[in-house]
């Protein structure tokens, strides 16, 4: 495989285009195929300016060759092989994923270490926002009382508790912005000794420290749970969990039935809020942000318009002091080799290596693989394979140097750009982000996803202006005028890194926010359930 | 292992006892351990009727010696050997935990095949209930619209839409029960073409097909996943999904935003709202019942009290032509051979060594096993290994033959007694329950959970008559009375019985249906997520 650089510089348009000129982008000046910008697709006969004729009516965001590819020859995108020619290539015709036979995933034992580092960009300073600062370093976008839970038993208990907090407590704490049961499929019925359950179970545990909870943790347990409340959140862990009792434990014999445990899960949830209504947002440098970011639906414009916007906005937060986390193992795969070389050191390229290849084994140990990624959405939307896809998802880490990798689950607290290992799933990538820390989140999607989560501000980025002109009311950041020439890769990047400090502040409402997206909590739990 | 007789004729205990006196249940001749059935336990010195002295402590619920044990001696109860001594027993010692050696499970290889199939029951005419036909045959013991959804990123969408559609249409359509959201964390981000992965995807479309769902379910897709519509749900399975569109997908062109989304579905919502607002209950067969049984949060009374209540129960409704399902793999891997022994047939019995087996290997494809099972809180609760559980839950299935097996998530169309294979986990095992079918579900709980489903009425059964009265607004039935001597068996096993026609008949609210009660869906997904 040919060693590709993603720089920005490559993926710039050249001005303003008219919009019912046909047009195609091609990323890289390597590149034999290049993808149809133009709404609803172009028609066979098509003429570009270049000269280049269309032999097939290609859609919106599929490939089309740049010149002849004999079967067998590479296909380049990104300025590296997506695949290998399945036939013979004409110069005009639509590049379908059949034609594409995809390239083994790079051998984790011959990467690069750290080979490529690249140089630190220059500080960005004065950079700041409101936050509610809290007692362990972390800063809070916003100020939620979570509930946390031991088990799946206690769910629906905690449900009507938090029906009833919300609707007869919360009004009296109006510097409180939510109530939310941090509930899930997990803590008994599960092989916990099983190579892997200690991800579940500290995911669980770094979940109730996320910044936005505020370091005012409760505890719903039902009692003969395998998940114990002192295993998943220790009372050692922040001085609130050594108020006696800091856990609602609903077999517990003073519970005299239902309305009891309502009633102690409410009177813990007061203590609670009165404690985190006290709390008043402070300027904050925005070091303080710890961004995560996420794609899903992806289709072939997310490598050239969205994804290269959140990279340049990643970028911007780095220089800043932040942290960016970027994820989604299964989708960096195929680029480990650009990532590994671009670690801060040997270390990190190592653990970044130590990370893919647990996952590789994972997938082996259920007869899957790499191959199992892109969904049928993806396809329809141009993404070929694994290979193009990961392309178009590693831009979303910029050009900074990686500077640390996590586990799934673990709490980050490097600054700068770290890769939390998760899988590419929408909701256990955004879960395990939130237990790494995440205080924001941008998320770019392409063929739309209506995507939110209940602990953290979603900034949605399309792709395509298509998309967010038909989803107004769902999409924050329109990067499809990249494509359209309307806008820069770092004009929509800027956009995006002042979207994030305003929303860390509490001064814009994401579409997320607005209707109350909640998608549920999704844990990673590679062992059986019993 | 000796071949142990589970008949209610051990169980029943010799009248109405002193609540103050001490006293233990043998549950079979041969046993050589007996438990403690005084509530709060007895002290060491106590000295029983029968001139057993203790000489530990011993907590409600567990273990005495009724005889020396020497080292390395099978321990009995059920009349079957749970253990072998780690330590030289002596008569009146408390038998715990560590001081039993557990036996291998059965070898699948060499279990009995149909060698010892029950005569049938004599059937029990004229029960009936009051319920809602189906045109598939099947029988619904609500009237409940379901909005199914073939992937998680459409969850918070509908969970936004069913909200209004229960507070503006459901109003106007009283002979309508609930609208409820068919929410899961798969359909896409998982590896569909995985082992396993049939499991999930005829999970989704058996729970669209129970009966309390009345034919009439619809769909709601974003668009871009793995699972498309036409794969979870055929258009030819049901007269209802020929209707053009019966699915919402909410990337769909015509979609403005958000709000449009939300109008779609309730539009669709309200056409299938009027159609089941016309339906009426008629008089049915208590033959139409599919009824699920199931424990959690099992103690050593569960095999004793309400198990073999809920088995005596099992019985009647087999008798009256009914579908009894029992499940729970890992809890009656090692009862498996009492089980195949009473097969109907060979095949029957062949087909439930072959689920054991799968089982077998999926746990150890985790590096788990059986031994995973038991929870502290079932260990608290007196019960040592997955030994004595099991032999304890396999009493649910009372003792008729068993007609036919399932796999997780299969339809099943058998009358009598089934074993529909899951796995223990409660959410797991009552979701794969309502795929097979379940209109009724009966809960046996010994610690005491909350436990409850949207789909169908639970009817929680206590162990313990301590449980009962302390989760006096929880807790349906108290077989506790069968160990104070205040019922029988039968009696009990009648109660529950009664229950079920009049909570099928919507005559009797269950109590988790009275605080809506209504636990997630989980899915069991034997595949790896990507
Ligand atoms: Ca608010
Ligand atoms: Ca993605
Ligand atoms: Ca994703
Ligand atoms: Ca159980
Ligand atoms: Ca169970």
């Known amino acids: 495989m040919s060693e590709g650089q993603i720089g920005d510089s490559q993926m710039k348009l050249r001005g303003r285009i008219d919009p019912n000129e046909p047009r195609y982008v091609r990323v890289h000046p390597n590149d034999n195929v290049a993808i149809i910008v133009n709404a609803g697709g172009l028609v066979a006969g098509t003429r570009f300016s270049s000269g280049l004729v269309l032999t097939d009516d290609v859609p919106e965001a599929h490939k089309v060759a740049l010149s002849a590819i004999d079967e067998g020859s590479p296909i380049v995108r990104y300025g590296v092989v997506i695949g290998h020619a399945a036939r013979a290539i004409h110069e005009g015709d639509w590049v379908m994923e059949d034609d594409l036979v995809a390239p083994p995933a790079p051998d984790l034992d011959s990467v690069p270490l750290a080979t490529q580092t690249p140089a630190s960009l220059p500080p960005l300073e004065g950079y700041t926002f409101q936050g509610y600062r809290n007692a362990d370093g972390t800063v809070g976008t916003r100020n939620i009382l979570g509930i946390s839970t031991t088990v799946q038993c206690v769910a629906a208990t905690v449900g009507y508790a938090v029906r009833r907090i919300k609707a007869e407590l919360l009004p009296r704490y109006p510097n409180v912005d939510d109530v939310i049961a941090i509930t899930h499929n997990y803590g008994c019925g599960v092989a916990m000794n099983a190579p892997g359950a200690e991800i579940p179970v500290r995911t669980l545990r770094n979940l109730s420290l996320n910044p936005n909870l505020g370091g005012a943790p409760m505890v719903a347990s039902l009692g003969c749970e395998k998940l114990q409340p002192a295993q998943m959140l220790p009372a050692s862990l922040l001085p609130i969990l050594q108020e006696n009792p800091y856990v609602v434990r609903l077999q517990d014999e003073q519970h005299m039935g239902f309305e009891d445990m309502v009633a102690a899960l409410m009177e813990l949830a007061e203590r609670r809020l009165i404690a985190l209504n006290d709390r008043r947002r402070v300027t904050c440098s925005a070091s303080g942000l710890v961004v995560g970011m996420q794609c899903g639906g992806s289709d072939a414009f997310s490598g050239v318009t969205a994804n290269p916007a959140v990279g340049f906005a990643s970028d911007l937060l780095v220089r800043a002091g932040a942290t960016v986390l970027f994820s989604e193992v299964t989708e960096v795969r195929d680029a480990v080799h650009l990532l590994t070389a671009r670690a801060a050191d040997h270390d990190v390229a190592l653990r970044l ?178």
């Open 353 to 530: 290596v130590q990370e893919m290849r647990w996952y590789d084994e994972y997938l082996s140990r259920g007869s899957a693989d790499r191959s199992a990624n892109p969904s049928p959405g993806n396809k329809k939307g141009g993404l070929a394979n694994i290979v193009e896809k990961a392309m178009g998802s590693v831009a979303k880490a910029g050009v900074s140097p990686l500077t640390a990798v996590s586990g799934p689950g673990e709490r980050v607290t490097t600054k700068g750009l770290v890769f939390a290992a998760t899988p590419a799933s929408d909701f256990i990538c955004g879960t395990l982000q939130l237990a790494a820390g995440m205080n924001m989140h941008v998320f770019t999607t392409g063929r739309g996803t209506p995507y939110g989560l209940a602990m953290v501000p979603v900034i949605k980025v399309a792709t395509r202006t298509s998309l967010a002109e038909r989803w107004h009311d769902l999409i924050d950041v329109d990067a499809g005028r990249i494509a359209t020439g309307d806008a820069t890769i770092e004009e929509i990047g800027w956009e995006i890194f002042h979207m994030i400090l305003r929303s860390a502040s509490g001064e814009h409402e994401t579409w997320a926010e607005h209707w109350g997206l909640h998608n549920e909590y999704a844990l990673f739990n590679p062992g059986p359930v019993t």
